[in-house]
């Protein structure tokens, strides 16, 4: 760098660095284990991430927020996703896209693309379905967005080549209504400020399957009476008093009231140099406590799925962002 480049710098260097201590200062001032909250609704942002161009029955607005918490951090709700720019993973089923096979061998792959990750590795085929969003890293690069972020359910298929050590990640989003609340309206039982759950099933041609040899950790957690109702244990979020799955995690009964409390993505989360080994292990859940009798793009392929898991963090009803990985070697 020039020097006359060099003193224009001097002022705004000192700027950057000036902001950066007050940052840490509220980075000092957080709570346990690095977390901020915050309480009611968000400022919407974005109105919907995505038009179902199709009439079907359960189809539910993606909007997006932002919130402050009393530590002065910004936070997006429920989650900052690469949506808008990521490529759109290929549909296995979709409602929305009117592509729906009924069986596994009405199924085609063919003009699934290959994402290169390593040109002298193999190429592996995966099956992803989560509820309601997923963002699917191969050591960290991006090779799938989810194309439908809320509902309805859809499932998805990619095609990626590679090479051991392979290290697969998941970020994962139970959108939400009530942005900054973690919850919507249950369509079935009348109910607002319902806690919607979570879930993720993925299968490979690598034999990789999703389940508890995992890591999942948990950044979003709502709708909470109390913040201090999420216990840091270690590095576990523990909520395991409120209930972990339907219907045994009852309404906190505060609904716009609610708070929430958020953790920090670190920026290097899907890349393989990231140590994960503090990050609890994920935690398996049957067919039954995701309630997958009205996902089709599942419950159709029973082959292309079999052997995985539906996995989660530690509660699938509280935890709105969830991050999970597994490194193959
Ligand atoms: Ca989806
Ligand atoms: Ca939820
Ligand atoms: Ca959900």
């Excluded at 705004?12 to 000092?28: D, E, K, R, S, W």
């Excluded at 979570?198 to 041609?205: D, M, V, W």
């Excluded at 209930?243 to 920026?267: L, M, N, Q, S, T």
Aim: hydrophobic letters at 40%; one cysteine or more; glycine letters at 8%.
């Amino acid at each position: 760098m020039e020097k006359s480049a060099r003193a224009a710098i001097a002022p705004v260097l000192f700027a950057v660095l000036f902001t950066t201590a007050i940052t840490a200062t509220n980075a000092g001032a957080q709570g346990a284990g690095g977390r901020s909250v915050t309480q009611g609704l968000a400022t919407k942002t974005i109105d919907n991430l995505y038009v179902c161009p199709a009439k079907v029955a359960n189809y539910r607005i993606s909007a997006v927020g932002t919130i402050s918490s009393q530590d002065g951090k910004v936070w997006t709700v429920p989650a900052e996703t690469a949506f808008q720019t990521g490529p759109k993973g290929p549909d296995l089923y979709n409602e929305c896209t009117g592509v729906t096979p009924s069986k596994t061998a009405e199924v085609s792959d063919a003009r699934v693309p290959v994402t290169v990750i390593d040109p002298d590795g193999e190429v592996i085929t995966g099956y992803i379905v989560a509820d309601n969003y997923f963002e699917f890293y191969v050591n960290g690069k991006l090779v799938a967005v989810d194309p439908v972020t809320y509902t309805p359910f859809n499932s998805v298929i990619v095609k990626f080549k590679a090479k051991r050590p392979i290290t697969y990640a998941f970020k994962l989003v139970d959108w939400e209504e009530d942005l900054g609340l973690g919850t919507e309206i249950n369509f079935g039982q009348k109910f607002k400020f319902y806690q919607g759950d979570g879930g993720l099933i993925a299968r490979f041609s690598d034999g990789t399957v999703t389940d508890s040899s995992w890591k999942a950790q948990s950044f979003y957690i709502a709708p909470l009476k109390n913040p201090d109702d999420v216990i840091e244990k270690g590095n576990e979020h523990d909520t395991t008093k409120l209930g972990r799955i339907h219907p045994h995690a009852p309404a906190p009964g505060c609904e716009d009231k609610c708070f929430a409390v958020h953790y920090p993505i670190p920026a290097n989360w899907a890349a393989p140099s990231f140590d994960d080994s503090k990050w609890p292990r994920a935690y398996e859940y049957t067919d039954e406590d995701i309630g997958v009798t009205s996902v089709k793009g599942y419950t159709n392929f029973p082959e292309l799925f079999d052997g995985s898991r539906w996995i989660w963090s530690l509660n699938l009803v509280f935890d709105n962002l969830v991050l999970a990985r597994k490194t193959v070697r």
